[in-house]
């Protein structure tokens, strides 16, 4: 009940006239009251909800108990499943219906009926939610939702820029999210440092209705900071559509055109129920007046019938026999009253019996016109949109405002910074200023840094771990720091699993070349870094290379060039890695590209420019020898060369 009142602002069309504080459906903390301090009574609208009920115009079957009997189906006037929105999650189905506006859905209807080939979009452009916001229009996706029934359609909220206090007032917000989620998320991004342009916000919510106010920092553009929101916030959402609905006890998925078709058809069968019911209502009455006629031209003899009878159980059928009418029409005559025996009665009476057989003319003509029961229901429809009717809440923005010269919605801060990742799973972000004016770096007992990476703030971070997994973000999801700190513990900030640790970190700009992952086996795998690009931007990404061998390095390449293979055994190897073939699977087991013996291992994989060898081109063919190795007869004169 609370969802159907009016005060809740759950539904477009609402149910309950509520008084008293019935919550708010934009809100998730603002619950409704207690029973005792609230009333309710059914809202105008219901009787169109309950109409003629009472003529036969639905099936009664008996409620739970049996004491009493119960509609199957209420009779509306006006397709009420899609005039408010509707969520229901069953066993085995789900459904979700968006609502339209009251006045646009009764024209559409007229229209459909006039005209199965109508054009809907005409005279039902998209639907309108309760809070209002500005609905994104996609013609295409609409066309979707009309044909099948399953879609979605994009909301986003409603604001205003207020100059006078630097400000932004957000007053509607889609029906998909409430205030309190949009300020949790903006809170959020604000904390991690996406988010820079605001200083306060607050919740200004009153009688008067919702209003979220941002205050701005001096400088800010309003219009760039809306189209951040819009992107990283709930203020934009989509609202999925699953048109799922009983049908004769049977549930089907059914576009708008589908659904408003078969409204048509249950509520001629209701016109024609009703028609029939009253036309045998009248043709019942003027049976009677028909009796009541025949005794009325000799009132003296029903009235000497009557006298003479002696015994009360033979009045009806002394009646029946002496004007020839039937039980009922007698059972009739003899209810009237004595002062009824006059003229004026019997006039009245006459009248009443032309009235009804010209009612009735038109009852059974109507029953049998198809059209005319149809044109009843068109009446009823724009009855019900004249008297029902409400302007429309949600905006349709046909087309979006668009600037050159506006940053995109999801652009970060873009500033250098020096990245900084550590053996033990450490990470510094640190400005070029503040890394100037800094000392030594503040690091763990027997830690150290492995990774000391130039970049921009906006770049993204792969943090590979020990359970071939990768964790994905950006480095302006970390705060800025200074050298002094000890930075973050990845483990905890990135929420890995207890016993997992981070290997190593690879910075991309744009997810362009290749990443170099060296097993223990000796083999190589060649993995483009586009396959770690996803379109949801998941955070987390399973197999993320092979746990077949033991990870020896992670090189990350944007280009070809040669590297360096150095072995426990203190050998050296030139590799090519234009040579390596690249795998599209994230977690292919590689290709062969140095033989190790029994106990040996892959110490490091390093670019070969940093070595600054001297003839490297020698070292192609063969590894070179440990130092202090000894000259042997069958050594080439290339071995010897390299050992002298």
């Known amino acids: 009940m609370v969802r159907m009142g009016r005060g809740n602002e759950s539904l477009l069309v609402p149910y309950v006239d509520s008084k008293g504080n019935f919550g708010k459906a934009y809100s998730r903390d603002m619950a409704c009251a207690a029973s005792r301090y609230t009333e309710a009574k059914l809202d105008a609208v219901c009787e169109e909800l309950f109409r003629d009920i009472d003529q036969d115009t639905v099936d009664f079957v008996p409620n739970y108990d049996g004491t009493t009997t119960e509609p199957t189906l209420l009779p509306v006037t006006f397709p009420a499943i899609l005039a408010n929105n509707t969520l229901g999650i069953a066993v085995g189905m789900a459904s979700n219906i968006c609502s339209f506006n009251l006045a646009e859905l009764c024209a559409a209807t007229i229209a459909l009926m006039k005209d199965e080939q109508h054009d809907l979009f005409t005279t039902l452009p ?14 295409d996706e609409l066309q979707k939702i009309y044909d099948t029934g399953r879609g979605s359609v994009r909301v986003r ?7 006078d206090g630097n400000m932004i007032e957000i007053t509607q917000i889609p029906p998909t999210t409430t205030i309190e989620a949009i300020m949790d998320k903006i809170a959020e991004l604000v904390k991690a440092g996406r988010i820079r342009e605001l200083s306060a916000m607050r919740d200004e919510t009153d009688l008067n209705g919702l209003k979220l106010t941002i205050d701005l920092k001096r400088g800010q553009d309003p219009d760039k900071l809306m189209q951040k929101l819009f992107k990283t916030t709930p203020l934009e959402d989509s609202f999925a559509c699953n048109f799922n609905v009983l049908v004769g006890g049977q549930p089907r998925v059914m576009g708008v055109r589908e659904i408003l078709t078969e409204w048509v058809a249950f509520r001629t069968e209701c016109v024609r129920r009703r028609t029939f019911h009253e036309l045998q209502g009248k043709q019942k009455r003027l049976h009677l007046l028909l009796g009541l ?15 003479e009878t002696e015994e009360d159980a033979e009045v009806i059928p002394n009646l029946m026999i002496g004007f020839g009418i039937d039980q009922p029409q007698a059972e009739y005559v003899a209810e009237i009253k004595l002062r009824h025996l006059n003229r004026e009665y019997i006039l009245r009476r006459t009248e009443e019996t032309e009235a009804l057989e010209s009612e009735i003319d038109r009852l059974e003509k109507l029953l049998a016109s198809k059209a005319g029961l149809r ?4 009446d009823e429809l724009a009855a019900v949109a004249k008297k029902y009717g409400q302007p429309r809440r949600t905006e349709i923005l046909y087309e979006l405002p668009a600037s050159p010269e506006d940053e995109p919605a999801d652009a970060l801060p873009d500033y250098p910074v020096t990245l900084f990742f550590t053996r033990e799973g450490y990470f510094k972000k640190i400005t070029p200023a503040s890394l100037r004016m800094s000392g030594e770096h503040k690091l763990k007992e027997n830690d150290e840094i492995t990774r000391r990476i130039e970049a921009k703030n906006d770049a993204w971070l792969l943090f590979f771990t020990s359970k071939q997994q990768v964790y994905k973000c950006r480095a302006a999801d970390f705060a800025d720091t200074r050298a002094s700190a000890m930075g973050e513990y990845l483990p905890a900030a990135l929420g890995m699993e207890p016993d997992e640790a981070v290997l190593d970190m690879v910075v991309t700009a744009n997810y362009e070349g290749h990443i170099l992952f060296f097993y223990q086996n000796g083999k190589c795998a060649k993995v ?7 379109k949801q931007n998941r955070k987390k990404l399973l197999a993320a290379y092979s746990a077949r061998a033991e990870l ?40 062969s590209v140095i033989t190790l013996k029994k106990n040996q291992r892959i110490e490091s994989v390093v670019p070969a420019a940093a070595l600054e060898l001297a003839n490297p081109h020698r070292y192609r063919v063969r590894t070179l020898p440990a130092a202090g190795a000894v000259l042997r007869p069958e050594d080439t004169a290339e071995q010897t060369q390299l050992m002298l």
């Open 126 to 139: 998209a639907p309108d939610f309760v809070g209002g916001g500005q609905l994104l229009y996609d013609r």
């Open 157 to 163: 909220a409603r604001w205003q820029y207020q100059p």
């Open 293 to 307: 006629k025949a005794i009325l031209l000799d009132i003296d003899k029903a009235i000497r019938i009557v006298r």
């Open 375 to 378: 044109r009843v229901i068109m």
């Open 528 to 534: 483009p870094l586009a396959s770690y690009a996803t």
């Open 552 to 591: 020896a390095a992670i090189l990350p390449m944007e280009a070809e060039e040669e590297l360096a293979i150095r072995t426990s055994a203190g050998r050296l190897l030139l590799v090519g890695s234009a040579q390596i073939p690249a795998k599209t699977t994230r977690d292919t087991a590689g290709v």
